[in-house]
Nanobody
Framework: QVRLAESGGGSVQAGGSLRLSCAAP????????MGWFRQAPGQEREFVAH????????DYAESVKGRFTISRDNAKNTVYLQMNSLKSEGTAVYYC?????????????????WGQGTQVTVSS
């Protein structure tokens, strides 16, 4: 069992910024591509961002392009999600997950390990 641990959520006003972190076990992290998803109340979990195992390739949902940045520090076994210019519709529980080789980047059900999630609340 691989345990991922998110942190950094909180409450912020619209237009503000937050940085989320997700730590993973060393032996698993360095060879795994990682994704961020979010789930608002009553809605399905949706893709936010993805990073290849070495950070050289990234993908973003259209709704966050230009505002969110995914990055990773393999020396610290941590992936980050920098969120700028937050909007009220960004209020959700944010999850990090690891993606097996060959799995779809944007489909949550294809990811294998998940964190417990961290709440982000954006007030207008």
């Amino acid at each position: 069992q691989v345990r991922l641990a998110e942190s950094g959520g909180g409450s912020v006003q619209a237009g503000g910024s937050l940085r989320l972190s997700c730590a993973a076990p060393r032996r698993h992290f360095s060879s795994s591509s990682m994704g961020w998803f979010r789930q608002a109340p009553g809605q399905e979990r949706e893709f936010v961002a993805h990073s290849s195992f070495d950070g050289t390739s990234t993908d973003y949902a259209e709704s966050v392009k230009g505002r969110f940045t995914i990055s990773r520090d393999n020396a610290k076994n941590t992936v980050y999600l920098q969120m700028n210019s937050l909007k009220s519709e960004g209020t959700a529980v944010y999850y990090c997950a690891s993606r097996p080789v060959g799995a779809s980047v944007m489909v949550a059900s294809t990811y294998d390990y998940w964190g417990q999630g961290t709440q982000v609340t954006v007030s207008s």
